[in-house]
């Protein structure tokens, strides 16, 4: 708890409707971390704690008859995790979503299937926690 961190940066997004069922988003944010003298005895890495560059695009799609379809694409800047962290590379990630909702009986319903990290798998913390291709689906009712 000792020593002090500065972090300097910005987050810019940009949002984009050009027809009631389609949705585009842009977000791009960029970030600049130092510590002092105090805090590089206790751990190296502060500087490198956080990428200096993060950017995803996200689309929704509403496909009629309540589908709506949705995709992102993350990119993030290499960086090195703090305390028994490992330097992490930079990646990039496709995720997809394809959703139906509908009423019964006065409820909302959803039922959706989605696939993560689509584009492959990427490291997290350490090389060994490989954050890889997934997939699942879910069901969810509002009351």
């Known amino acids: 708890n000792g020593g002090t961190i ?12 050009p027809a009631p069922a389609f949705r585009l988003s842009a977000h791009y944010a960029r970030v ?16 490198t704690s956080a990428p200096r560059n993060t950017v995803a695009l996200l689309a929704r799609y509403r496909l ?8 992102g694409l ?6 090195t995790w703090l305390g028994d962290g490992d330097p992490a590379p930079r990646f990039a990630r496709v995720d997809a979503r394809l959703a139906r909702q509908w009423h019964w009986q006065g409820h909302e319903l959803e039922a959706a299937v989605a696939g993560q990290s689509l584009s492959g ?14 997939a699942y ?7």
Do not use: C, K
Not at 6 to 17: I, K, R, T
Not at 74 to 79: E, V
Not at 125 to 131: A, K, L
């Open 32 to 47: 600049f971390v130092s510590g002092d003298a105090a805090l590089d005895a206790i751990d190296r890495d502060v500087d």
């Open 74 to 79: 993350y990119r993030s800047g290499r960086m």
């Open 121 to 134: 798998g990427y490291s997290e913390f350490r090389p060994e926690n490989v954050f890889d291709r997934r």
């Open 64 to 71: 009629g008859g309540g589908w709506t379809l949705s995709g």
């Open 137 to 143: 689906a879910s069901f969810s009712m509002n009351w």
């Open 6 to 17: 500065d972090l300097h940066g910005g987050e810019m997004q940009l949002n984009w409707q």
